[in-house]
C-alpha cells in the first residue's frame, strides 16, 4: 500500500516541480497531466484500501476531464503558437500590459 | 386713466429690452427709439400730473394694481403702483431729466459703436428708477431699487475695455449690495411684524408698533438708503462711478437714482415719525456726508470728481432735511429737484468742456475756455449760480429752506450746514475760475469748440430749469401739495427773522467765492501738485478722506484673511479627508497589484504555495 502512495507523491512531485519550472508549454501540459494521473493512482488505491468503488469512480471523472482539458488547453497551445511562434509560457504575459 | 400708469414703465423697458435683442440693424435709429420712449413717458407724466393738479386734495393718491405677484399663504404681494403728489414729482424730474439727457447723450455717444447698446441701458434705468418712485409696496419697490443698481451697474462699467470703468463697476454693485441687505432685512421685518410690505400699510400700522420696530426699520432703511445715495459710510463708489460716460453721470450719478435713498426716507415718513432715534441717524449721516463731500469737492483736480464730491455733499443736504421729520420732508424733496436740475446741467456741461479736450478731465488743463464755448460757460455758470445759491436761482430757495430748517432743530447742525453752503461756494467758485476763466493752460493739439447743437439745448433747457425751478417754493406750493403725503409741519420760530437767516446766508457763499478768486485769480499751476508738497488737508481730500482705506482695513482684509483661512481648512482639512481617502484606497491597490505579474509560472506558484498552507492547516488541526 505504502509503495503506491510513494509512487504517487514521486509523481506528484515530478509534476509540480515541471509546472513551476519548465518554460515550454507542452512540458508543462504534460507535467499537469502527471500530477493528475498521480492523484489518479492515489484515489485508486485508497479505493482499494478501504474497499469500496468511490475512489474509482472519482478516479473516472478525473480521466474525463483531463481529457476535454487537453482538448482545450492544446488548442490554445497551438493558437499561441501560430500567432507568436513561440510555446514558452514566459512570453505569453501580454494581458499585464 | 391711472390705471394705465404702468405704461410710464412699460414703454421704456420693451424699448430697452428690444433694442438689445433686435440686433445690428437698428443700429442707425435706436438712440431714437430709445429717446422717443423715455419722451413719452415725459408726456404721459406731465398728463397724469396735469389731471392730479385738477383733482381735489382728498383724490391725488391713485393707486393700481396690475395683478397679485406673490400669493403663498399669509404672505401676499401685488404688483401695484401709486401715483401720487410725491412719485408725480418724481416722475417729473426722472423722465424730463432723463430726456433731455437722452437727447444729449445722442450727440455725445455719436463716434462709439456701442450707441445702441447705451441707450437700451438708459431706457431700463428710466423704467427701473420709475418702478421705484411709483411701487406701492417695499418689495416692488425693491425691484426697481435693484434694477436701478443694475442699470448703474452696466453705464458704469460701459467702457468695459478699460480695467478702471470695469472695476468702478463692481465696486458701486457691491458697496450697494451692502446697503440691499438693510433693505432686505427692513422688508422682512415688516413681514414678521405686519404681516405685509405694502408702503400704505406699514406707514399706517407703525404707530401701533413698538418704537424698537419703527428705529430698528427706521436703521435698516437708512443703511439702504446710504447705499444708494452714496452717503457715508458707503460713500466710496460714487467717485469712482465717474468712470462711466458722462451723460450716465449725470442721469445716474447726480440727478435720479443717487436720490433714490432721500426718496426712500421721504417716503417712509410714517416710519421715521415714529423713531426719534432713526431720525437723528439720518441727520448724523447727512451732515458728516455734506461736509465731507464738500471737502473732497475742494481738493479734486478732475472736474467730474469734483461734481461727485459736491453730489454727495448736495445729497447729504437732502438727507439731513429728511432727517428733519415733517419740517424738512417737503425741502428734501425741493432740494432733490431743483439739485436734479442743475447738477445736470453742471455734468453735461463737465462733459461739453471734456468733449471739447480731448476728453482731458483734469482742470488744470483747461483755463480761459469762456470765450471757445460760451453757451456752455453760460449754462455752466447759471449751474454754478444755483448751486451756490445766488439769490433768485433755484438752489438759493432750496438750499436756504434746508438750513433754516436745520437751525430749527440744533444749532449745531444749522452752522454745520451753513459751512457747508461756504465750501460748496468755495470749491465750485474754483471749479468755474479754473475752467473758463484766468489762463490758458491747454495741453499741445488741442482745440476747444463748441459742442453741437444736439448737446447744447438740453443744456439750455437745464440751465433755464436752474433758474426756474425755485419757482416751485412761491406761495409755499411744494410744502402744500406734499403736505398729504409726508404730513404738514408745525413752524419753527427761529431766533433771528428770516430775511436775516438769507443774509447771512448769502454772506457765508459770497466769502466762499471770495476766497476761492482770490486762491485761484493767480496763475495756477499747469499739472496737480504732487501730494508730498500740498497740505495734509488737501492730501485726505485727494485721497477721498481715506475711505477706500478704511473700508479696506476694516472689511476687505479681513474677509480676505477670511477667505484664506477658509481656503485653506478647504483644501487640508475636507479635500485633506477626501483625496486622503482616495490616495490611501490608490496605495493599497498598488500593493495589491504588485503579484499580478502576468507570468503563468508565478500565478501557479501562488497556487501550490496556497495549497501547500491549506494541507499545512489541514494536518495541523488533524493532529493537534
Known amino acids: 500500500m505504502t509503495e503506491y502512495l510513494t509512487l ?38 485508497f479505493s482499494r484500501q478501504h474497499g469500496n468503488l468511490d475512489g474509482q469512480v472519482a478516479a473516472f471523472f478525473v480521466m474525463v476531464v483531463a481529457a476535454a482539458e487537453v482538448v482545450v488547453g492544446l488548442a490554445i497551445i497551438v493558437s499561441i503558437y501560430r500567432t507568436r511562434r513561440s510555446t514558452s509560457i514566459d512570453d505569453a504575459s501580454l494581458l499585464k500590459s | 386713466m391711472f390705471d394705465l400708469q404702468w405704461l410710464l414703465i412699460a414703454v421704456p423697458l420693451a424699448s430697452g429690452l428690444g433694442l438689445l435683442a433686435w440686433g445690428k440693424e437698428s443700429d442707425r435709429f435706436g438712440h431714437l427709439v430709445a429717446t422717443l420712449a423715455s419722451t413719452f413717458s415725459f408726456v404721459f407724466g406731465v398728463v ?35 401715483f401720487d403728489q410725491l412719485s408725480g414729482l418724481f416722475v417729473l424730474l426722472i423722465t424730463g431729466v432723463g430726456t433731455l439727457i437722452h437727447i444729449y447723450s445722442i450727440g455725445y455717444m455719436a463716434h462709439d459703436e456701442r450707441r445702441r447698446r447705451f441707450f437700451s441701458f438708459l431706457n431700463i434705468f428710466i423704467a427701473s428708477m420709475l418702478t421705484l418712485v411709483l411701487a406701492a409696496d417695499y418689495l416692488v419697490l425693491f425691484l426697481g431699487w435693484e434694477g436701478v ?56 400700522s407703525i404707530t401701533s408698533a413698538s418704537t424698537s420696530v419703527a428705529t430698528g426699520l427706521g436703521l435698516l432703511l437708512l443703511l439702504g438708503a446710504c447705499g444708494k445715495s452714496a452717503q457715508v459710510p458707503l460713500q466710496s463708489w460714487l467717485l469712482d462711478a465717474m468712470e462711466g460716460p458722462t451723460p450716465v453721470s449725470a442721469l445716474i450719478h447726480a440727478a435720479t437714482m443717487v436720490t433714490a435713498g432721500v426718496y426712500l426716507v421721504v417716503r417712509s415718513a410714517g ?26 469737492g475742494c481738493t479734486k483736480d478732475d472736474i467730474k470728481k469734483s461734481l461727485a464730491g459736491s453730489t454727495m455733499s448736495q445729497i447729504g443736504y437732502m438727507m439731513l432735511a429728511a432727517g428733519l421729520g415733517p419740517a424738512g420732508y417737503a425741502f428734501a424733496i425741493f432740494h432733490l429737484i431743483t439739485h436734479g436740475f442743475f447738477k445736470a446741467n453742471l455734468f453735461l456741461g463737465a462733459g461739453s468742456v471734456m468733449h471739447g479736450m480731448n476728453d482731458d478731465v ?105 433758474v426756474l425751478g425755485g419757482a416751485l417754493i412761491f406761495g409755499d406750493w411744494i410744502p402744500d401739495w406734499l403736505g398729504p403725503v409726508v404730513g404738514h409741519a408745525e413752524h419753527h420760530e427761529l431766533g433771528i427773522p428770516v430775511w436775516a437767516m438769507t443774509l447771512i446766508i448769502t454772506a457765508t457763499a459770497l466769502v466762499g467765492v471770495a ?56 483644501v487640508k482639512g475636507v479635500d485633506g479627508l477626501v483625496t486622503g ?40 488541526v488533524t493532529l493537534a
Not at chain 2, 393738479?53 to 401695484?80: C, K, N, P, Q
Not at chain 2, 463697476?169 to 432685512?185: E, Q, S
Not at chain 2, 465750501?423 to 491747454?442: I, P
Not at chain 2, 483661512?565 to 478647504?570: G, P, Q
Open chain 2, 271 to 296: 416710519i421715521y415719525d415714529a423713531s426719534e432715534v432713526a431720525r437723528n441717524a439720518v441727520i448724523v449721516v447727512g451732515l458728516v456726508t455734506l461736509l465731507a463731500g464738500a471737502w473732497i
Open chain 2, 362 to 466: 483734469n482742470m488744470r488743463h483747461y483755463g480761459a475756455l469762456r470765450t471757445a464755448m460760451p453757451i456752455t460757460f453760460a449754462t455752466f455758470g447759471l449751474g454754478y449760480l444755483a448751486i451756490i445759491g445766488f439769490p433768485g436761482t433755484a438752489g438759493f430757495f432750496s438750499k436756504d429752506k434746508i438750513i433754516e430748517a436745520a437751525f430749527g432743530q440744533s444749532f449745531w447742525v444749522g452752522l454745520g450746514t451753513l459751512i457747508g453752503a461756504g465750501v460748496t461756494a468755495f470749491y465750485m467758485t474754483r471749479m468755474m475760475t479754473l475752467t473758463f476763466f484766468g489762463q490758458k493752460r491747454w495741453l499741445d493739439d488741442v482745440h476747444p469748440h463748441e459742442s453741437p447743437k444736439v448737446m447744447t439745448i438740453p443744456l439750455i433747457a437745464l440751465g433755464a430749469l436752474s
Open chain 1, 8 to 45: 504517487s507523491l514521486i509523481l506528484f512531485t515530478i509534476g509540480a516541480v515541471g509546472v513551476l519550472l519548465r518554460r515550454n508549454a507542452i512540458v508543462v501540459f504534460m507535467c499537469i497531466e502527471l500530477m493528475l494521473n498521480a492523484t489518479n493512482l492515489a484515489f485508486v488505491s
Open chain 2, 515 to 570: 476766497v476761492a478768486v482770490l486762491l485761484y485769480r493767480r496763475d495756477v499751476a499747469g499739472e496737480t501738485p504732487d501730494d508730498s508738497v500740498v497740505s495734509v488737508f488737501t492730501r485726505a481730500g485727494r485721497n477721498e478722506l481715506y475711505g477706500n482705506q478704511i473700508n479696506d482695513a476694516l472689511v476687505v482684509r479681513p474677509t480676505r484673511y477670511l477667505t484664506r483661512f477658509l481656503v485653506w481648512l478647504d
Open chain 2, 48 to 82: 397724469l400730473f396735469a389731471k392730479l393738479m385738477g383733482a381735489d386734495e382728498a383724490d391725488r393718491s391713485h393707486t393700481s394694481t396690475l395683478y397679485t405677484w406673490i400669493d403663498a399663504g399669509r404672505f401676499h404681494v401685488d404688483l401695484s403702483f401709486t
Open chain 2, 149 to 204: 443698481g443694475l442699470a448703474s451697474y452696466l453705464l458704469i462699467g460701459f467702457w468695459q475695455h478699460k480695467d478702471s470703468a470695469a472695476a468702478a463697476a463692481k465696486k458701486a454693485f457691491i458697496v450697494n449690495r451692502v446697503g440691499d441687505v438693510g433693505m432686505a432685512l427692513a422688508i422682512m421685518t415688516m413681514f414678521a411684524q405686519f404681516g405685509t410690505s405694502s408702503i400704505a400699510a406699514v406707514n399706517g
Open chain 2, 581 to 620: 481617502t482616495a490616495d490611501r484606497l490608490g496605495d493599497t491597490s498598488q500593493f495589491l497589484r504588485k503579484p499580478q505579474t502576468g507570468h503563468v509560472r508565478s500565478y501557479a506558484a501562488t497556487l501550490f504555495g496556497g495549497a501547500l498552507v491549506v494541507v499545512l492547516a489541514l494536518l495541523a
